[in-house]
Nanobody, 122 residues
Framework: QLVESGGGLVQAGGSLRLFCAAS????????MGWFRQTPGQEREFVSR????????YYADSVKGRFTISRDYAKNAVTLQMNSLKPEDTAVYYC?????????????????WGQGTQVTVSS
């Protein structure tokens, strides 16, 4: 089970830090991802992290502003979001890819959190 937290309302240019805690140990083979979704739109890839190597990847829309990282002690993955824009407004989901695929496609991820709302005002 994955549980996200840290969403909220922030002004444009501000920052938020999302947190995704896993109820079972994240294995070294897993790839952890963040996605986001707005009403009527498909779920959009944001970032991913390979748990063992720490290799990260970002969507072009967030590159240079968002940082994904791992917290071994808390068995969690975080998403630091800086320089937020109104177009970043969405429900953000944490996901786990158990087969270790370096994927940006939602269908390749096996477990999902319930989502946390991020709203950026202009």
């Amino acid at each position: 089970q994955l549980v996200e937290s840290g969403g909220g309302l922030v002004q444009a240019g501000g920052s938020l830090r999302l947190f995704c805690a896993a109820s079972v140990r994240i294995l070294s083979s897993y790839v952890m991802g963040w996605f986001r979704q707005t009403p009527g739109q498909e779920r959009e890839f944001v970032s991913r992290l390979a748990w063992s190597s720490g290799i990260t990847y970002y969507a072009d829309s967030v590159k240079g502003r968002f940082t994904i990282s791992r917290d071994y002690a808390k068995n969690a993955v975080t998403l630091q979001m800086n320089s937020l824009k109104p177009e970043d407004t969405a429900v953000y989901y944490c996901a786990a890819n158990l087969r270790g695929h370096y994927s940006r496609y939602p269908d390749d991820y096996n477990f999902w959190g319930q989502g946390t709302q991020v709203t950026v005002s202009s």
